[in-house]
């Protein structure tokens, strides 16, 4: 890149450690840019002068920012150098952070007097973080606020006004200084330390470029935060389904999660939840493994239940992205109140009875909103299983009627959903249990709701083999894969068959696998669907017509029953006798359909086009709740038994068609088959 040759002004603050930076500054641009000349600008700060305010108060703020700022605006430099961790929270107008470069050390670093520590030390500290930390340093440390460069806060130890100092082990190191660390802490810094920003006027843009090659945010990652919405996986968005399939790490929380994990088995999933009480993990530690992801280069979401903004936490956690200077952006998801208002049927709003909705936290130490009796609004309150009661009195005492409906959904859009509908004089005197995850929807329409709404009427539909959207229509698909189709031990035999597909008369296909593997296997040898123009093709059933339709094949044959016992009434209807058949099927296929037309007179080979085994890792669920299961081969209700032993007896069982009800056996009652 070309510049003017010309002398950059480089604003930063007097001390030794800020015009060290600015030198750092200067020696990484010489690299790129062999005819930089610079020089640099000394500028005090309010926080230069000013050494009595503690810095425990100013984070965020311009404190050692502002008047290099103003200089800048002011054209007397060029740009700004500060360390990064320095910078405003909002950056004034007219400046763009034109680099941030990678940095070094990001430790903080004990500096102490002599060989050791006395009982009780005194430890001098800048920062509240640092602060909050000692005790985890030094169970007898005590902190001390002091201010100053570090030559001295260096003297002050040296004068023994303090025992102890933490200083960041990046000023230690610019300063030459590293030998009187004592030793590295294991606390956690703020996530730019050691890293320099440089500012420039946003309207210069050609200074911007200048300093492009030493930026490190080109190697960073971005952070998306995304709402998974309340718990049925397919209530998330397409936007939030996108940024998880790009992802390299996702953070994510319990509540509400789950089924949107199960949809990337693959991926690297960090559990960062903290349920209830139980706080596993503090909010400080969630927002720096999430920078750091994205410092690492890392593609990040964050998963959070229902939506982000509501009661998720996620705006602190925007806030120390933004602090981090990280790129970020918010997914929205469906609050668990919108769901459990559609799935058990409370219009939140509704003309004539209900004109404004409120969401409320009915944790009693955030305290509780109790808003003035209002007959046209409803109320929903989140996290509130603990303080019903409270929420229950305390409305009544503020002069809501007892008999005002009230609706206690747990599990909204779960299989495991439950309703129960009450008034607020039952809510207050605890009749109305509610199990955790609740909410408590209070209002007109809260009474208005069927005694069986659609999603109590819908079917849970257990499905263990493979292709669940066939089966949508039949109610709620449970999608667990029992079954797993992979390559056949070798190809030999299909590839023969393939190389001679022209000698064959009929083709049969008992599964729509085959048709794939088979179709797969001769597009990967060169060939495509004419080899089999000249053929007679049948399938089972629907399912495998339809796979057939997809390769651009019609079925000459598709018999009404769906069985091998269909397609021999076919074929022995039409006395086919003298013919060569290819049947490309699974490892476990029965051997009647060929065992008969060989019979007849035909030449068969059937081959092992694929092979139909256990998942290594099948994922199994809770079966409480699930009104049916879909068997679509007799592989499926066999590995059904292996894994859960027996199918309970409440169960509807619906299968493809007669091979699989045979192989399920006489012992279940129902068994559908689905048309
Ligand atoms: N961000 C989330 C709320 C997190 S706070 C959202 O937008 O939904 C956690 C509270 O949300 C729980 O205490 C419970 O009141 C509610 N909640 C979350 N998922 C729920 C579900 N599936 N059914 C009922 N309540 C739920």
């Known amino acids: 890149m070309k510049h003017n040759k010309r002398t950059i002004r480089i604003g930063t603050r007097p001390s030794p450690l800020a015009l060290r930076q600015a030198i750092e500054i200067h020696e990484l641009l010489k690299v790129h840019h062999a005819d930089f000349s610079a020089e640099t600008i000394a500028i005090d700060t309010v926080g230069d002068k000013d050494k009595k305010t503690p810095l425990t108060r100013v984070d965020g703020s311009d404190f050692f920012t502002r008047e290099i700022d103003e200089a800048l605006i002011g054209g007397d430099i060029d740009c700004a150098v500060h360390s990064a961790k320095d910078l405003p929270l909002h950056i004034p107008q007219g400046l763009t952070i034109a680099a941030i470069t990678k940095g070094i050390d990001n430790r903080d670093a004990l500096v102490i007097r002599g060989q050791r520590l006395p009982r009780n030390a005194r430890i001098g500290t800048s920062s509240a973080r640092r602060t909050a930390e000692i005790t985890r340093i030094g169970k007898d440390f005590r902190a001390f606020d002091i201010r100053g460069t570090i030559g001295e806060r260096l003297a002050l130890l040296d004068a023994n006004v303090i025992d102890g100092l933490i200083v960041a082990s990046a000023a230690m190191i610019r300063l030459g200084l590293t030998k009187r660390i004592y030793r590295y802490l294991d606390i956690t810094t ?150 459990a208002a559609s799935y058990a049927e409370v219009p939140l709003t509704m003309r004539g009875h209900s004109s404004s909705v409120l969401f409320a936290t009915g944790r009693s130490n955030e305290g509780i909103n109790v808003p003035k009796p209002d007959a046209a609004g409803t109320l929903v309150y989140y996290m509130a299983v603990e303080t019903t009661r409270t929420i229950g009195h305390d409305l009544v005492a503020a002069g809501w009627r007892g008999e005002t409906p009230v609706a206690v959904v747990t599990n909204a859009s779960m299989r495991t959903q439950n309703v129960s509908q009450g008034n607020l004089a039952e809510l207050a005197d605890g009749k109305m249990h509610a199990d955790s995850p609740a909410l408590i929807i209070i209002g007109t329409t809260a009474g208005m709701m069927p005694h069986e709404g659609w999603f109590a009427r819908r079917k849970n539909i257990l499905m263990t083999g493979t292709n669940p959207g066939r089966y949508a229509h039949l109610g709620e698909i449970i999608h667990t894969p029992l079954i797993e189709l992979v390559d056949p031990a070798s190809y030999r035999n299909l590839d023969a068959a393939i190389r001679r597909l022209d000698t064959y008369d009929h083709l049969i296909f008992t599964s729509a696998h085959a048709v794939d593997f088979l179709f797969r296997r001769l597009s990967s040898l ?150």
């Open 526 to 675: 060169g060939g495509d669907v004419r080899r089999c123009a000249h053929i007679e093709i049948a399938s089972v059933g629907a399912v495998t017509a339809e796979a057939l339709m997809r390769h651009g094949i019609k079925p000459d044959i598709t018999p009404t029953r769906a069985s091998a016992a269909g397609l021999i009434d076919v074929f022995t209807e039409r006395h086919v006798r003298g013919k060569r058949i290819l049947i490309p099927r699974s490892n476990l296929a029965y051997d009647e359909l060929p065992r008969t037309l060989k019979r007849m007179g035909n030449h068969v080979d059937a081959v092992i086009a694929y092979r139909n085994r256990m998942p290594p890792h099948p994922r199994t669920i809770d079966l409480a709740g699930i009104n049916a299961i879909i068997f679509t081969s007799p592989s499926c209700a066999r590995n059904f038994l292996k894994v859960y032993r027996r199918i309970p007896s409440h169960m509807e069982i619906m299968v493809l068609g007669d091979t699989t009800k045979k192989a399920i056996g006489r012992h279940y009652g129902t068994i559908t088959i689905i048309p």
């Open 190 to 339: 703020s996530p730019l330390q050691g890293r320099l920003a440089i500012l420039v006027r946003s309207d210069r843009s050609d200074s911007a470029a200048r300093f492009a090659a030493i930026d490190d945010r080109k190697n960073w990652g971005t952070v998306a935060l995304v709402g998974s919405g309340p718990g049925a996986g397919d209530l998330i968005t397409v936007r939030g389904m996108r940024r998880l399939a790009e992802a390299d790490v996702v953070f994510h929380d319990e509540l509400g999660t789950g089924e949107v994990l199960n949809m990337f088995p693959e991926k690297q999933m960090i559990y960062v939840g903290k349920r209830g009480r139980r706080s596993s993990i503090a909010q400080e530690d969630i927002h720096r493994a999430m920078i750091d992801a994205a410092y690492a280069g890392k593609k990040t979401v964050r998963l959070k239940g229902g939506d982000p903004f509501i009661f998720g936490r996620g705006g602190e956690e925007i806030e120390a992205l933004r602090s981090a200077r990280v790129d970020y952006e918010i997914v929205p998801g469906i609050t668990s109140a919108l769901a």
